[in-house]
């Protein structure tokens, strides 16, 4: 018997649907950790609030926290470009599509999200993959995340030597205006990501608990609980 | 002309071989060449016929001029450049008025396609050039028409790389660099720094001299020997960094134990120059060896960006970003949380009400 019999013989039409493939998943929480790890050492490279006594060469402080940061850099950069990639090869979830309202539906769904969260609408919309609402404050921080690494490549460019391969990024500095210029959009970029940070968790939680789809747990499994009916799913 | 003239001259005024030799080895030093460098460069700077180098002066300080002076006993350097090649300078030539203008002609006309033109100072290209006028003749005009005839071009000092501080906002004259005045310009050579370093406009005329060509540059056109790497990288205060070392106050007693300087502004991170090697006159001291942090007067729009000079993060025009850029994000994110658990609480009331609302419908249905 298929789930979908098994379903109708208990009269419902809720289903277990496979929403987020293995990249998605696998690149949102390295992108969790990695800037949780990037967050806190940026903030003590910005502000070294932590200052050692004694003789130089017995303390390593501001050095381990930046080796740290740089390897949480590669991780973070890594895991973006292949989020990025798969938002061409991935399923339709996970498409470019779900994030940049191109057709006019989806533009209707960012509308009715809207609503339904300045609480002048009754029902929230239910979406297999993301409503468009979201899907924007995605397509946003993908830009932003964009600029964060490359402000930080930029700035990398000054720490490595004239002739490591990584002076193909230096073109960049000048596009930022100076080195200066692009560690303060690094800084502000942080505090952008920080945000949508709560603002994410404040409304999968939201979601996942008014809507009942387990999209708090989807991100683990890969599997939410729709309703056929409301998704639109025969 | 003075060809071999070069030994009597420092002979006559007290230099002896030996320190003219020290002087070839320091040059090999500078360019990173190894000592061994040091006799080619002395054949080279002895033997060779000199380029003639014309320097102007635009919209300045003369800080660059002052910079190659440097006050107290005439140093080689001093002599190879002053006395052996430099055919017009404003502010060194005993000439004056049409004389002046009379030896500039003649120079430029005699070694045509030959000379090295010196830029000192961004050149004003506003209300057509009125705000630096010499002769009669805008500083735009006489830069196009130096430069242009010249085998190459050394912006000497940032006013002249890359605008500099009359180029700050707001810009009041439109001072350019000479790259942006001079479109085109042949073997532009940006020697940067506010002053730019007389031993690194010495060493890149000695590289010339001995290699017959230009050094590479980076993508500022500064040579890489002198702006190669950052500040920071060759900065003696670097362990400091690194361990975690920082003076929080001046005075305080990190500051007397010389610690690093990053909390107070130091731009020594986004300065590329080689400062901490060469050092200032004659390699007395620096500012980071004498506890003041780098402003990063090497760098483009230093002014716009560098400052302010005693902050990690800069200004915005018109908003003071960079101090609290880092206390309202923790501030906005602190009031989003709050605000998301405002609306959670907003959902809950909504809940509470929807269920009521069903159920009374229930009731009615029944």
């Given at each position: 018997m298929s789930s979908m019999a098994i379903a109708r013989s208990k009269n419902t039409d809720v289903e277990r649907l496979y929403i987020w493939e293995l990249p998605v998943r696998l690149t949102h929480w390295l992108n969790f950790f990695s800037i949780i790890v990037l967050s806190a050492t940026g903030y003590y490279i910005g502000h070294p609030f932590i200052s050692v006594a004694g003789l130089a060469r017995d303390h390593f402080v501001m050095g381990t926290v930046r080796v740290i940061h740089m390897y949480a850099a590669i991780v973070f950069t890594l895991s973006v470009l292949v989020r990025i990639y798969w938002m061409f090869v991935g399923n339709d979830y996970a498409r470019l599509t779900q994030l940049i309202p191109f057709r006019r539906e989806r533009f209707r769904s960012f509308w009715k999200t809207a609503m339904f969260y300045s609480f002048m609408r009754r029902e929230a919309e239910e979406n297999a993959g993301h409503d468009a609402l979201a899907g924007s404050g995605y397509a946003m921080i993908f830009g932003v995340y964009l600029l964060l690494i490359a402000t930080g490549l930029a700035l990398y460019t000054v720490d490595v030597s004239p002739s490591s391969p990584f002076q193909v990024f230096n073109f960049l500095i000048p596009l930022f205006e100076g080195l200066q210029m692009a560690r303060l959009i690094h800084h502000i970029c942080m505090w952008i990501v920080l945000i949508f940070a709560v603002i994410h968790i404040y409304f999968v939680l939201l979601a996942s608990v008014a809507e009942r789809t387990a999209t708090f747990d989807s991100i683990v499994s890969g599997y939410k609980f729709l309703s056929r009916r409301k998704v639109g799913i025969s | 002309?003075?060809?071999?003239?070069?030994?009597?001259?420092?002979?006559?005024?007290?230099?002896?071989?030996?320190?003219?030799?020290?002087?070839?080895?320091?040059?090999?030093?500078?360019?990173?060449?190894?000592?061994?460098?040091?006799?080619?460069?002395?054949?080279?700077?002895?033997?060779?016929?000199?380029?003639?180098?014309?320097?102007?002066?635009?919209?300045?300080?003369?800080?660059?001029?002052?910079?190659?002076?440097?006050?107290?006993?005439?140093?080689?350097?001093?002599?190879?450049?002053?006395?052996?090649?430099?055919?017009?300078?404003?502010?060194?030539?005993?000439?004056?008025?049409?004389?002046?203008?009379?030896?500039?002609?003649?120079?430029?006309?005699?070694?045509?396609?030959?000379?090295?033109?010196?830029?000192?100072?961004?050149?004003?290209?506003?209300?057509?050039?009125?705000?630096?006028?010499?002769?009669?003749?805008?500083?735009?005009?006489?830069?196009?028409?130096?430069?242009?005839?010249?085998?190459?071009?050394?912006?000497?000092?940032?006013?002249?790389?890359?605008?500099?501080?009359?180029?700050?906002?707001?810009?009041?004259?439109?001072?350019?660099?000479?790259?942006?005045?001079?479109?085109?310009?042949?073997?532009?050579?940006?020697?940067?720094?506010?002053?730019?370093?007389?031993?690194?406009?010495?060493?890149?005329?000695?590289?010339?001299?001995?290699?017959?060509?230009?050094?590479?540059?980076?993508?500022?056109?500064?040579?890489?020997?002198?702006?190669?790497?950052?500040?920071?990288?060759?900065?003696?205060?670097?362990?400091?960094?690194?361990?975690?070392?920082?003076?929080?106050?001046?005075?305080?007693?990190?500051?007397?134990?010389?610690?690093?300087?990053?909390?107070?502004?130091?731009?020594?991170?986004?300065?590329?120059?080689?400062?901490?090697?060469?050092?200032?006159?004659?390699?007395?001291?620096?500012?980071?060896?004498?506890?003041?942090?780098?402003?990063?007067c090497a760098e483009p729009n230093f002014w716009d960006t560098m400052t302010p000079f005693y902050q990690r993060l800069p200004n915005v025009a018109g908003f003071d970003v960079g101090s609290w850029v880092d206390p309202v994000g923790l501030g906005l994110t602190g009031l989003v949380a709050a605000a998301a658990v405002a609306h959670g609480v907003g959902e809950i009331v909504r809940h509470r009400i929807g269920s009521k609302a069903s159920s009374e419908d229930g009731s009615e249905a029944e």
């Open positions: - | 002309m003075r060809v071999h003239g070069l030994r009597e001259e420092l002979e006559h005024q007290g230099i002896s071989r030996r320190d003219f030799l020290a002087f070839c080895a320091s040059m090999a030093a500078v360019l990173g060449l190894p000592a061994s460098a040091g006799p080619a460069i002395a054949a080279a700077v002895e033997n060779e016929q000199k380029p003639i180098l014309i320097w102007l002066e635009f919209q300045d300080c003369a800080g660059n001029t002052e910079s190659l002076l440097r006050a107290g006993h005439p140093t080689v350097a001093d002599l190879i450049l002053d006395s052996i090649s430099l055919s017009y300078h404003e502010t060194l030539m005993a000439a004056a008025g049409s004389q002046a203008e009379q030896a500039l002609t003649q120079a430029v006309r005699d070694n045509a396609g030959k000379y090295i033109a010196l830029i000192e100072g961004s050149i004003p290209s506003d209300a057509d050039g009125a705000y630096c006028m010499i002769g009669g003749k805008s500083a735009l005009q006489i830069a196009r028409e130096i430069c242009g005839g010249a085998a190459a071009t050394i912006a000497v000092g940032t006013c002249a790389s890359f605008g500099g501080i009359p180029a700050a906002r707001p810009n009041p004259t439109g001072a350019l660099s000479v790259a942006d005045a001079v479109p085109g310009v042949k073997n532009l050579i940006n020697m940067s720094a506010c002053p730019a370093n007389a031993e690194n406009i010495t060493a890149l005329i000695v590289y010339y001299l001995t290699l017959k060509r230009w050094p590479p540059l980076d993508q500022y056109r500064r040579p890489l020997f002198a702006y190669g790497k950052s500040i920071h990288d060759n900065c003696e205060r670097r362990a400091h960094f690194d361990a975690g070392q920082y003076v929080d106050a001046w005075g305080d007693e990190a500051h007397r134990h010389g610690h690093c300087l990053y909390k107070m502004g130091c731009k020594g991170p986004a300065t590329s120059q080689n400062c901490p090697v060469v050092r200032w006159n004659e390699g007395t001291n620096w500012p980071i060896g004498c506890g003041h942090p780098c402003i990063g």
